[in-house]
């Protein structure tokens, strides 16, 4: 069975940096997508970042500008998400997915995590990032 596990949520200051991590078990994760996605208060769920678990491709969400940037350890069967220069508009609860196996792992795979979390298999518990102005 697969799951997923949080951690690295806290209370930040506006323009501070914090570091998650989503550590995996049950699955070595090959050929899976795997990414994080968040949830504001009063706002539904959307995408933030998308990794494969070679680390060859990546996906990211236009709203974060290039401050955030998701990377894998394949030891440890964790992935994480480096946020740096962080808003209070990045306030939300954190959560990481994976998804598969599937027969092949591209660009368009990562897109379709992106605009399509209904369908994706495995979610962790979440977990809150606060940021202070």
């Known amino acids: 069975q697969v799951q997923l596990v949080e951690s690295g949520g806290g209370l930040v200051q506006t323009g501070g940096a914090l570091r998650l991590s989503c550590a995996g078990s049950g699955s070595t994760f090959s050929n899976y997508a795997m990414g994080w996605f968040r949830q504001a208060p009063g706002k539904a769920r959307e995408f933030v970042a998308a990794i494969t678990w070679s680390g060859i491709t990546t996906y990211y969400a236009e709203s974060i500008k290039g401050r955030f940037t998701i990377s894998r350890d394949n030891t440890k069967n964790t992935w994480y998400l480096q946020m740096n220069s962080l808003k209070p508009e990045d306030t939300a609860l954190y959560y990481c997915?994976?998804?598969?196996?599937?027969?092949?792992?591209?660009?368009?795979?990562?897109?379709?995590?992106?605009?399509?979390?209904?369908?994706?298999?495995?979610w962790g518990k979440g977990t809150l990032v606060t940021v202070s102005s």
């Open positions: 997915a994976a998804d598969g196996p599937h027969a092949i792992v591209i660009q368009t795979t990562l897109m379709g995590m992106a605009v399509g979390q209904e369908h994706i298999k495995h």
